[in-house]
Structure formats: structure tokens, C-alpha cells
């Protein structure tokens, strides 16, 4: 899991390693498929959007080779960063 301090707010368009295609970030700190993998983020191509789970993707920070575009961040993205961090301090 990326440091959380660190991670991409929602809104934000990334592309990732070996692919032609950017997505949008809509989600963080998710569960995917039937593994039940927590992944960083959830995203849609860009900039089509949501188009069905089936094109939903999960992946980590470490997967991004490139930020396009960083999303929307205020005080409201700051607290919520803030108690996030708390709740993942709290699973370990």
C-alpha cells in the first residue's frame, strides 16, 4: 500500500506502466476482484469514465508510470487523508 500521505486524490489521471491508455481515479484503498486484493486505487479509462465493472481497474502507486493531471485536493481531501491514515494505523 502506498504511503498515505502520498496518495492521489480522486479526480486524478494517471497512466500506468506498459499501457497506452490513461484512467481516472475514483476510488482509493480498494478490494478487487475475487481475491479480495486491497489495491491503492480504483480507476476508469479516461476520459470515457465509467463504462461497467468490466472496465474498472485496480492497481497500486507503484503501478503509475506517469500523473497526468492531480485531482481536486482541499481541507475537507486533508481530513479525510488524515483519518484514513488513522484507520489504516489502527489495522496493522
Request: proline share 3%; charged share 30%; hydrophobic share 30%.
Amino acid at each position: 500500500m502506498a504511503d498515505i500521505e502520498e496518495m492521489l486524490p480522486i479526480g486524478s489521471i494517471v497512466l500506468l506502466k506498459n499501457a497506452e491508455k490513461r484512467l481516472m481515479i475514483f476510488g482509493i484503498l480498494q478490494s478487487g476482484g475475487v481475491s479480495g486484493k486491497e489495491y491503492d486505487y480504483i480507476g476508469v479509462p479516461y476520459p470515457e469514465g465509467n463504462l461497467g465493472s468490466e472496465y474498472q481497474y485496480v492497481f497500486d502507486q507503484s503501478d503509475i508510470s506517469e500523473v497526468s493531471y492531480r485531482g481536486y485536493e482541499d481541507t475537507e481531501h486533508r481530513e479525510y487523508r488524515k483519518a484514513l491514515n488513522e484507520y489504516c494505523k489502527q489495522r496493522e
